[in-house]
T-cell receptor
Framework: QKEVEQDPGPLSVPEGAIVSLNCTYS??????FMWYRQYSRKGPELLMY????GNKEDGRFTAQVDKSSKYISLFIRDSQPSDSATYLC????????????FGKGITLSVRP | NAGVTQTPKFQVLKTGQSMTLQCAQD?????MSWYRQDPGMGLRLIHY???????DQGEVPNGYNVSRSTTEDFPLRLLSAAPSQTSVYFC???????????FGPGTRLTVL
């Protein structure tokens, strides 16, 4: 089993839809959970950063972590064409040499 | 703050040639890392450094060398380029174990 599994894409939704992007992970040592957004031919950009379980909201974006089921979600409300990008989940442990482990990413297209 | 910068943006090499990909950050981050991104493979860690003078291997280190003589710079060297090293390379930095990584814009490398 891969350490991080991300829903395969691509995903296409109409403008204004609520989008749910999901990842599962296997390593119970992961404590930090990040979502990155990557536009075509650009570097990954940090979108959300959470520690341990719970929800974090930032504008139209909500990150949710359920450590008991090892499940990570990113919700996008009122999706916009500018949200069209690839989204990568990336959990991480707490050790000094702990490294980000990336999901393969899911490409989202928001249709006007 | 320029953040994480990478040069060059694009490079074409012939098999067997050597080159250095440059990475610099102006955020005084201790932790720096190099990733490669290939279609269907996601982001894979090549080498990382937890501070000046300290480097270690990631998931796919073969064919690459790194050094870290200053906090700001973390160059990646390809000693003898191979077509399998055709990829997009990203440098990232963070301030510590629990901090998120910030990525550069990437170098698109083609080896013929």
């Amino acid at each position: 089993q891969k350490e991080v599994e991300q829903d395969p894409g691509p995903l296409s939704v109409p403008e204004g839809a609520i989008v749910s992007l999901n990842c599962t992970y296997s390593n119970s040592a992961f404590q930090y959970f990040m979502w990155y957004r990557q536009y075509s031919r650009k570097g990954p950009e940090l979108l959300m950063y959470t520690y341990s379980s719970g929800n974090k909201e930032d504008g139209r974006f909500t990150a949710q972590v359920d450590k008991s089921s090892k499940y990570i979600s990113l919700f996008i409300r009122d999706s916009q064409p500018s949200d069209s990008a690839t989204y990568l989940c990336a959990p991480k442990g707490t050790g000094a040499n702990s490294k980000l482990t990336f999901g393969k990413g899911i490409t989202l297209s928001v249709r006007p | 703050n320029a953040g994480v910068t990478q040069t060059p943006k694009f490079q074409v090499l012939k098999t067997g040639q050597s080159m250095t990909l440059q990475c610099a950050q102006d955020m005084n981050h201790e932790y720096m890392s190099w990733y490669r991104q290939d279609p269907g493979m996601g982001l894979r860690l090549i080498h990382y450094s937890v501070g000046a003078g300290i480097t270690d291997q990631g998931e796919v280190p073969n064919g690459y060398n790194v050094s870290r003589s200053t906090t700001e710079d973390f160059p990646l060297r390809l000693l003898s380029a191979a077509p399998s090293q055709t990829s997009v390379y990203f440098c990232a930095s963070s301030s510590g174990t629990g901090s998120p990584q910030f990525f550069g814009p990437g170098t698109r490398l083609t080896v013929l």
